[in-house]
């Protein structure tokens, strides 16, 4: 049996590589699918590749309070009840040393990565109160250690983790799991980015040589563990954070 039958799920950053894995995934495995980002070509393109009867899609800023809320009230109109929720949306950011980085570039990135979870959890975790739900958050192995040259973003994904523990105590007694996913370097356009710009400023050799497994994730990989913290498999995890980095932090 499908693991997300007749389950509602909520995917933001959809558009992106982890977010359109997850949400691949999620409707092959039985789930409705709400996707939600800020770039309209992506999520249509997306849900064009997705059964029509299980996708459908909203353009929306995360960072935006009014946004969040609409969109968690669309997933309940049209899907019917809301039951999983990926705050996956994120950006990296201005890369440089923090003397170099403008206020307004840690900002942005604080926007993006923190202020949406917490605008998230906010509207999401009354909608999931009747019934109990599962909310998974993105992070980031930059989120367990420094990043020279991406403070703002380790700072964020750091941000993240006491979010996601916080709202899994609040959420324990209505049977709101929340738990986060920590990826190390996978194949996305926000990895691709970040090689570029270390490349052009002069790094040596294969940064895939440095994780033990020797390469980087699939977005496909990282979608397997959002699959299982979403599915009945995980109902007795809350509130803890998962590592899908091929040993890096071993």
């Given at each position: 049996?499908?693991?997300?039958?007749d389950?509602?799920?909520?995917?933001?950053?959809a558009a992106?590589?982890?977010?359109s894995?997850?949400?691949?995934l999620?409707?092959?495995?039985?789930?409705?699918?709400l996707?939600?980002?800020?770039?309209?070509?992506?999520?249509?393109?997306l849900?064009?590749?997705?059964?029509?009867?299980?996708?459908?899609?909203?353009?929306?800023?995360?960072?935006?309070?009014?946004?969040?809320?609409?969109?968690?009230?669309?997933a309940?109109?049209?899907?019917g009840?809301?039951?999983?929720a990926?705050?996956n949306?994120?950006i990296?950011?201005?890369?440089?040393?923090i003397?170099?980085?403008?206020?307004?570039?840690?900002d942005?990135?604080?926007?993006?990565?923190?202020?949406s979870?917490w605008?998230g959890l906010?509207?999401?975790m009354?909608?999931?109160?009747?019934a109990?739900?599962?909310?998974?958050i993105?992070?980031s192995g930059?989120?367990l250690?420094g990043?020279?040259?991406?403070?703002a973003?380790?700072?964020?994904k750091h941000?993240?983790?006491?979010?996601?523990?916080s709202?899994?105590?609040?959420?324990?007694?209505?049977k709101?799991?929340?738990?986060?996913?920590?990826?190390?370097?996978?194949?996305?356009?926000?990895?691709?980015?970040?090689?570029?710009?270390?490349?052009a400023?002069?790094?040596?050799?294969?940064?895939?040589?440095?994780?033990?497994?020797g390469r980087?994730?699939?977005?496909?990989?990282?979608?397997s563990?959002?699959?299982?913290?979403?599915?009945?498999?995980?109902?007795?995890?809350?509130g803890?954070?998962?590592?899908?980095?091929g040993?890096s932090m071993?």
């Amino acid at each position: 049996m499908p693991r997300l039958k007749d389950k509602v799920a909520i995917i933001t950053g959809a558009a992106g590589g982890m977010g359109s894995a997850a949400a691949r995934l999620f409707t092959r495995e039985g789930a409705k699918v709400l996707l939600v980002d800020r770039e309209e070509e992506g999520l249509v393109k997306l849900a064009n590749l997705l059964p029509p009867e299980q996708a459908s899609y909203f353009v929306a800023d995360v960072t935006d309070e009014a946004a969040t809320k609409a969109f968690v009230a669309a997933a309940l109109k049209r899907l019917g009840g809301l039951d999983i929720a990926l705050l996956n949306a994120g950006i990296e950011g201005e890369i440089g040393r923090i003397d170099e980085v403008p206020v307004a570039a840690f900002d942005r990135v604080m926007a993006v990565n923190v202020r949406s979870v917490w605008l998230g959890l906010a509207s999401l975790m009354p909608a999931m109160r009747p019934a109990g739900g599962s909310i998974v958050i993105t992070s980031s192995g930059a989120g367990l250690r420094g990043s020279a040259g991406l403070a703002a973003y380790s700072a964020s994904k750091h941000a993240v983790l006491g979010l996601m523990k916080s709202a899994a105590l609040e959420g324990a007694k209505d049977k709101i799991r929340v738990n986060a996913i920590n990826p190390a370097q996978t194949r996305t356009r926000m990895m691709e980015a970040i090689d570029a710009h270390l490349n052009a400023a002069g790094r040596t050799g294969d940064p895939a040589a440095r994780i033990p497994l020797g390469r980087y994730a699939e977005p496909s990989e990282v979608a397997s563990m959002m699959l299982f913290l979403a599915s009945d498999e995980s109902n007795y995890c809350t509130g803890a954070a998962y590592q899908v980095d091929g040993g890096s932090m071993s």
